[in-house]
């Protein structure tokens, strides 16, 4: 990538891995004192509110990546009116949306007293959080809609520096008012109070930062005949987003319907630490993807190749070092620190490790389908979500989280593993398939035998992660750098693309040189 993209996405890398590391520690921290002062119901509560907001959010689902996907050229001509007309216009359809999402939520709240007949927290409780969350997502809808400028034009760091700072002064008077008052109803406004003071500075920024930029939600309505494309794109993306919304969101609502409320919060520990690791990978990679959204807009065939592979390198390394990470050290530290009474079987790690590795793993393949604007494969997400909605209704109902987890794992694997690279290859890059398995079987088998090897060395350190932390750290710098060594010099000599990612790494560059 040229100098200025890879500059925007090490800037963006950067200021995300700070706020990643803050809101580490504020997450595990603040479950714990929420656990002991709220209980495992409320939180349970609050993840379960969260996912009826998802599904309401479903209303939303292609208009954003299809509005991400036509500023990418508008921006590299530097054409601002035609960037102002299509905030405009998504502006008009974002309160289009806001205005339909309210109105679900009203009657959907209706059937709350059937939903929750069996919780002993009160409907009181129940009715103040929904709707308290609802007016917290309906802000982005109604007011924070210009915000997706930010991160088509690789300044997603702004967003970081100013609406996460927020985020984590929230998060500390929480735990702090939670602790002395063990209160409900102050954590929920708290919440509610801070996603607005979030927007508003967020607001302030842009205006700085794009003092020109002028929208009309009222012009966006007419600006949007000129733009048929947006919503051709935005139907073809919303059949995709809402499979994506099912396989990545509804674990929590499965969960609570074919085991219990309690088993949510058990679920949602672990979910919690996974979450919070995954999002380092997207620290490091949130900024990249309005680069190769560039980069495909120049028309370079060589250097977009070239660029893939180094993807490819990164995404299946990082995917590989954070599953062997997570499924040595979750449950010793899980039983550190919650307890060993929060461990739950270990056939759901083995399942949520398989999940995860096809999941990042994919991501390169993704940003590039985005970039070329390849959403016309509707029939995929229809058969990725049949074959995972059936599997997980009856293997739900007999395994409970396993069948749900197998849902997941078998609707994935004939998609996004064969077909999505298939897609690719032969209508956005334009080349033979097996070019692609040419390098992609190396990345697989490689991490399988980095994972064996030191799988089996772990079992046999003279070290246990489960007596304490200093034994937990101990047992973590002696395994997964071993594991970290393995796979990037295999990865080094054996696959396509390594070579040259490694080489942007500053403080190697020279070295290898």
């Not at 929420?34 to 599904?55: P, Q, R, S, V």
């Not at 190769?292 to 490819?312: D, H, I, Q």
């Not at 692609?436 to 991490?447: K, L, P, S, T």
Request: aromatic share 18%; net charge positive.
């Amino acid at each position: 990538m040229p100098e200025s993209r890879v500059r925007k996405s090490l800037l963006n890398a950067k200021v995300n891995l700070v706020f990643y590391f803050l809101s580490l520690f504020f997450a595990f921290f603040s479950r714990k004192i929420f656990l002991d002062c709220l209980g495992a119901e409320f939180i349970g509560l609050t993840g379960t509110l969260g996912n009826i907001l998802g599904y309401l959010n479903l209303a939303e689902l292609g208009v954003g990546a299809a509005i991400s996907f036509h500023l990418f050229k508008p921006i590299q001509q530097n054409n601002r009116q035609q960037i102002c007309d299509i905030l405009s216009v998504f502006g008009y359809l974002y309160k289009r949306i806001g205005q339909a999402i309210l109105l679900g939520g009203i009657i959907i709240s209706l059937f709350f007293p059937l939903l929750f007949n069996k919780e002993e927290l009160g409907m009181g409780i129940i009715y103040f959080a929904f709707y308290s969350f609802l007016g917290s997502s309906l802000i982005g809808y109604f007011i924070n809609y210009r915000q997706i400028l930010l991160s088509a034009d690789q300044k997603n760091y702004l967003v970081s520096i100013y609406f996460q700072s927020a985020g984590l002064v929230k998060t500390a008077m929480q735990i702090l008012l939670a602790y002395y008052y063990k209160n409900l109803y102050v954590w929920v406004f708290i919440e509610f109070l801070f996603g607005i003071i979030g927007c508003v500075i967020l607001n302030w920024k842009i205006n700085k930062e794009y003092p020109w930029l002028k929208t009309s939600k009222a012009n966006g309505k007419v600006l949007l005949k000129q733009y048929p494309e947006i919503i051709k794109n935005t139907k073809q993306v919303f059949i995709h987003k809402i499979k994506d919304f099912l396989l990545g969101r509804s674990d929590e609502l499965f969960i609570y319907a074919f085991v219990s409320l309690k088993m949510v919060a058990f679920y949602g520990n672990y979910m919690l630490i996974i979450a919070k690791l995954s999002l380092f990978f997207s620290s490091i990679f949130d900024g990249i993807n309005a680069g190769v959204g560039n980069l495909v807009a120049e028309g370079n065939k060589n250097n977009t190749m070239k660029v893939f592979w180094e993807l490819m390198f990164a995404r299946h390394f990082l995917a590989g070092f954070m599953v062997f990470s997570l499924y040595t050290m979750t449950e010793p530290f899980v039983s550190l620190w919650l307890g060993s009474e929060y461990i739950m079987s270990h056939n759901i790690l083995v399942l949520l490790m398989i999940y995860l590795y096809i999941s990042h793993s994919r991501s390169a393949v993704d940003m590039f389908n985005h970039a070329h604007g390849l959403y016309a494969d509707t029939w995929s997400a229809w058969a990725e979500l049949i074959i995972n909605i059936s599997v997980t209704v009856i293997f739900g109902l007999k395994y409970g989280i396993i069948g749900i987890l197998l849902g997941k794992i078998l609707s994935v694997i004939p998609i996004v593993i064969f077909w999505k690279p298939y897609y690719l290859f032969r209508s956005g890059l334009q080349l033979p398939y097996r070019e692609y398995w040419q390098g992609a079987i190396r990345f697989y088998a490689i991490f399988a035998v980095s994972f064996m090897i030191c799988y089996f060395i772990g079992e046999r350190l003279p070290i246990d992660p489960y007596i304490g932390y200093g034994q937990w750290i101990l047992y973590g710098i002696s395994l997964i750098p071993i594991y970290v060594v393995i796979n990037v010099l295999l990865l080094y000599i054996c696959t396509p693309g390594a070579r040259t990612c490694i080489k942007r790494i500053p403080i190697l560059r020279n070295k290898i040189k």
